[in-house]
């Protein structure tokens, strides 16, 4: 044996180079193997924290909206179809025989719908909404928003505040989806200058995610309305203007206007700052909604859809 193998066994704990190299290699697979198996513990464990919230609050809206909300049809319907429908309600009088001496009796019409008149007959056509249902859960709902061929059709909640909603669904469960929520110091009624609504800005598409998407003229084009129910009256929203703002802008989109000029300086801004071109036009005495949720373009950015209301119904 030469000198050089001596030390190289003297210096080997085993005494066999082999034999140590391979033990050296199991230890170091072993250690390996922990460190992937904690790995996946832990990632496990943050993707269960982070899409379990998702999971509760989405089935609580679709356990909600089972009880609460018939939605009577997904296809669009036909304007003309509901126009039809109505018109076979409408039963003309017949006309009374003429008696010689007497005036001649003209038939009662039968009335012709507006344009809103048909609206209002086809979006009660396609969603109904159980406002007894949803205020015997909680009395803090003030009314419903639905977009047609989206995900947004959530009930309206105002709290005490603009936090209290932020996580909490509208049953007050704890949920980080939290709610679509008024502001606080609105009339419930929308019968402001301009009425505020919050909603988060989730991952999954859900809560008030689409507005995002009005950044594209395409998208606008595709949903220049969404509506809001009331336990009194059916709203539609036509939208004219969406941009982007910072968190601290919030309080400028103002409830009440100090003068006509000043909410015509108002759609004027909003309009010129819109990411998208609309034809809507804002009179005097329309009342408006402002829709916020986040963004992610800077550091507390929200992005704002603004539309005026049209009251459907009586």
Known sequence: MTKENKKIRADSPSGNPSQDEKSAKNRLLSIVAVVLFVSFIVFAFLFLKETLPYWKGNKAYSDLNKKAVNLKSNEPISITAIAEAYMQTQVALPTAPHIPGMPMMTPTPIPTLTADQIDFLRINALIEIDFDYLQGINPDIVGWIYMENEN???????????????????????????????????NPDFSDDTTVLFGHNMLDESMFAPLEKYREQEYYDEHPYLYILTPDATYRVEVFAGYLVEAKDIGSLHQKFGSIEEKREFVVDSKFRSTFKSNVYVNDDDRLVSLFTCAYDFSDARYVVQGKLVQLSP
């Open 152 to 186: 947004i059709n959530y009930p309206i909640v105002q709290g005490q505040d603009n936090y209290f909603y932020l996580t909490r669904l509208p049953d007050k469960t704890w949920n980080r989806l939290g709610s679509i929520f008024m502001e606080h110091k609105n």
